[in-house]
């Protein structure tokens, strides 16, 4: 979809050229109205591309359609331009992390240490049956005493998770700053078994860190941790989350970690999209948000260097008339810009074409949006599968599953070749999956894997 740098007449000849051209979901960007002079300022914006589905639908019939709104991070030119972190490393030093786990752990957090430098603040708790600060928040610019502290921890006792996180905050809210990447880093290897310890009161502690502007990402190290515990306190703070099975590969998962840490471009993303008379709301897909009439609003927490993120929204669309042009949403986001340290807007319109033509409403269909709004649909379906294999019922869930693959190629014949290939590849991972969940008896395992794939497709996390 191409944008349109000039507001053009909405009248009939707009109508008869956007029924030729397949353009009939327009969105006239913000950032896209300044004088060509700031070219330079707009590539240090966050870019918001919205977009339907179906921009053409048939008249004579209301419809259903997907709303994608995306939001791409600008470019950091050099490792000078990033913002700065408040890091908090919450390490389990339980007794069962003794041995091999916490020589990968401790090696993990050396890593870390490397990463960062002397504006960046690092604090690092260590938890067992009891808490204790092992490194109080402070500028990293002795990395030399740091790592002789993580080189000392050792394990033993039970698991005291949900004190961790907290005494975890505690550090970060010393020097806790807008103008600062404030993360929480959680790794566990087991079940939260001292203190609160169920997936709600852990993610309603993920809500309310969020809305201190802190964001926690959760490594579960082994197949004893509990995994919803883990995704609820990541989702609801909008952060990250890995199953990392083999302690080897914890140094890797740290890696890609950082990077996204070290190149957040913009925090506090606010998106409102207010549909128009007549267009119902019917649900969001992979966020949380609040759906108040003809008013949705949700956020992230953070937006990454080049990195897309997308808010998808199924509507329904009232029937119109042939040619006729309709005003669906516009889109509202306020941000801020780790840049330039101040707040800034961007908003967006869309609109769908009426055609009595079936081929012409079949050639304008969005194929990216509908590849994306088929994998967060089935996405929800292997949800409900494994609540269904959880109570023992494994046929049922491996016909949820496979119902969901006959979905997958119902929407592929929507597609040309070239997009297919990437639904193909999905429904080939949805029917693994359906097989997997029916006769694997080790499910504790294939359940960690399924639901870190769950999340990562929800949140559109880069590993």
């Not at 002789?148 to 050792?154: E, F, L, V």
């Not at 006792?157 to 700053?177: N, P, Q």
């Not at 810009?337 to 009595?356: F, G, I, P």
């Amino acid at each position: 979809m191409k944008k349109h740098k000039i507001l053009l007449n909405l009248g009939k000849n707009l109508g008869n050229f956007l029924l030729i051209t397949g353009l009939a979901s327009f969105s006239f960007n913000s950032a896209a109205r300044e004088a060509p002079q700031m070219h330079s300022k707009k590539a240090t914006q966050i870019h918001l591309q919205a977009d339907l589905s179906a921009p053409i639908m048939l008249s004579g019939q209301k419809d259903k359609t997907f709303i994608k709104v995306s939001l791409t991070g600008f470019k950091l030119d050099s490792k000078a331009d990033r913002t700065p972190a408040n890091i908090a490393i919450v390490l389990d030093r339980s007794g069962s992390m003794n041995g091999e786990k916490m020589k990968r752990a401790k090696e993990a957090a050396l890593l870390a240490v490397d990463l960062l430098n002397k504006n960046d603040i690092l604090s690092i708790i260590g938890y067992d049956t009891r808490v204790g600060v092992l490194v109080p928040a402070t500028k990293v610019s002795d990395k030399k005493h740091i790592k002789s502290i993580i080189q000392r921890i050792r394990a033993d006792g039970s698991t005291a998770l949900f004190a961790g996180v907290s005494k975890g905050a505690g550090e970060i809210r010393k020097f806790l700053d807008k103008e600062r990447i404030n993360r929480i880093i959680l790794l566990s290897d087991g079940q939260a078994n001292q203190g609160p310890s169920s997936p709600s009161e852990l993610g309603q502690l993920g809500a309310a860190l969020s809305k201190e502007g802190m964001s926690v990402t959760t490594i579960g190290l082994g197949v004893g941790y509990n995994e919803d515990l883990m995704t609820q306190l990541a989702g609801y703070s909008d952060g990250n989350h890995a199953f990392v099975e083999n302690a080897a590969d914890l140094a890797k998962v740290f890696q890609y970690e950082f990077g996204d840490v070290l190149s957040v471009v913009a925090q506090d993303v606010m998106i409102n999209i207010t549909l128009s008379e007549g267009v119902k709301p019917i649900r969001l897909l992979g966020r949380e948000g609040d759906i108040k009439g003809n008013i949705i609003k949700t956020r992230l927490n953070q937006l990454y260097s080049e990195q897309e993120k997308y808010i998808l929204l199924e509507v329904e669309i009232p029937e119109g008339k042939a040619k006729e042009i309709k005003a669906v949403a516009s889109v509202k986001v306020d941000y801020q810009n780790m840049r330039y340290k101040k707040r800034e807007q961007l908003d967006n319109q869309l609109s769908v074409t009426y055609s009595a033509v079936a081929k012409e409403v079949k050639q304008a269909i969005n194929q990216p949006v509908v590849i994306e709004a088929t994998k967060q649909v089935v996405n929800e379906y292997r949800k409900k599968a494994v609540k269904l294999r959880d109570k023992g019922q494994r046929k049922e869930a491996g016909l949820l599953l496979s119902k969901s693959v006959n979905f997958i190629k119902e929407k592929n014949s929507t597609l040309d070749s070239k997009n297919r290939a990437e639904l193909n590849v999905y429904s080939e991972e949805i029917s693994n999956d359906a097989e997997d969940i029916v006769n694997t008896e080790n499910w504790n395992k294939k359940r960690k894997s399924l639901k870190a794939r769950e999340y990562k497709l929800e949140k559109q996390q880069k590993y």
